[in-house]
C-alpha cells in the first residue's frame, strides 16, 4: 500500500519563484492536512482540508494556498517563495475510526530550499 | 497561547532499559492526545493515542499516561531497542477531529547497545 504520497521529494527555488506541492492518498480518507516542519520543531499545520471540497487555515497560512482536487489529492502552492519558506513539508491524512481516534498517516516530505 | 512543549530536548538509554519521555501541554480544552515516532528522513508515524477520559492507555511495549491536573503526558518505551532511535512528538488535539493538531518540538531518543 502506497499510503501518503509526496512529490518531488527534493526542491530548490529561487525567491520569488512559485511551484506546487502535489500529495495523494489511496486510504479513501476524508481528511487531509499540509504542515511544514522547521529544525528544533515541531509540525506545524499551514492548511487542512476536513473533506472534499473544503479547506481551512492553520497556523501558519501566509504564503500558500491549497486545493482538494479530489477526495485523494491536496496541492499546496507556493506563489512566490521566500527564503522563510525553507522547511520540510508534510503532507497526512486522517480518517475518524471508532471512539474518535484520528491516526494521522504522513507522507515522506518534501524538502525545500528557498536561495 | 496554547503550547505543547517537552521537558527534554534528547534522551539517551542504554539498550533493554525503560525509556520515558515527557511532555506538557497547555490547553486545558485538549481532550485527545497522541505519540508519533519519526525516524531520520520519514514522516511521523502513530505510536499510540489517549483521550482525556482516561489516564493510562498500553500498546505493544508502550504506556502513555496523563495527568490532566498537571497537563502532562509521558510516553514510556519498554525493553527500549535500537529501532525505537527517533524523535518523538506528542501532539494534542481541542477535539476527536484531529483538526489544527499542535505538535511539540520533539524529544530525540538515542539508544546505546
Known amino acids: 500500500n502506497a499510503g501518503v504520497t509526496q512529490t518531488p521529494k527534493f526542491q530548490v527555488l529561487k525567491t520569488g519563484q512559485s511551484m506546487t506541492l502535489q500529495c495523494a492518498q489511496d486510504?479513501?480518507?476524508?481528511?487531509m492536512y499540509w504542515y511544514r516542519q522547521d529544525p528544533g520543531m515541531g509540525l506545524r499545520l499551514i492548511y487542512y482540508s476536513a473533506s472534499e471540497g473544503t479547506t481551512d487555515k492553520g497556523e501558519v497560512p501566509n504564503g500558500y494556498n491549497v486545493s482538494r482536487l479530489n477526495k485523494r489529492e491536496f496541492s499546496l502552492r507556493l506563489e512566490s517563495a521566500a527564503p522563510s519558506q525553507t522547511s520540510v513539508y508534510f503532507c497526512a491524512s486522517s480518517e475518524r475510526l471508532g471512539q474518535g481516534r484520528t491516526e494521522a498517516f504522513f507522507g515522506q516530505g518534501t524538502r525545500l530550499t528557498v536561495v | 497561547g496554547e503550547s505543547v512543549g517537552l521537558h527534554l530536548p534528547t534522551l539517551s538509554v542504554q539498550e533493554g532499559d525503560n525509556s520515558i519521555i515527557n511532555c506538557a501541554y497547555s490547553n486545558s480544552a485538549s481532550d485527545y492526545f497522541i505519540w508519533y515516532k519519526q525516524e531520520s528522513g520519514k514522516g511521523p508515524q502513530f505510536i499510540i493515542d489517549?483521550?482525556?477520559?482516561?489516564d493510562k492507555r498500553q500498546g505493544q511495549r508502550v504506556t502513555v499516561l496523563l495527568n490532566k491536573t498537571v497537563k502532562h503526558l509521558s510516553l514510556q518505551i519498554a525493553a527500549t531497542q535500537p529501532g525505537d532511535s527517533a524523535v518523538y512528538f506528542c501532539?494534542?488535539?481541542?477535539?476527536?477531529?484531529?483538526?489544527?493538531?499542535?505538535f511539540g518540538a520533539g524529544t530525540r531518543l538515542f539508544v546505546k547497545a
Open positions: 486510504m479513501n480518507h476524508n481528511s
Open positions: 489517549i483521550r482525556s477520559n482516561m
Open positions: 501532539a494534542e488535539s481541542p477535539n476527536t477531529g484531529g483538526f489544527k493538531t499542535i
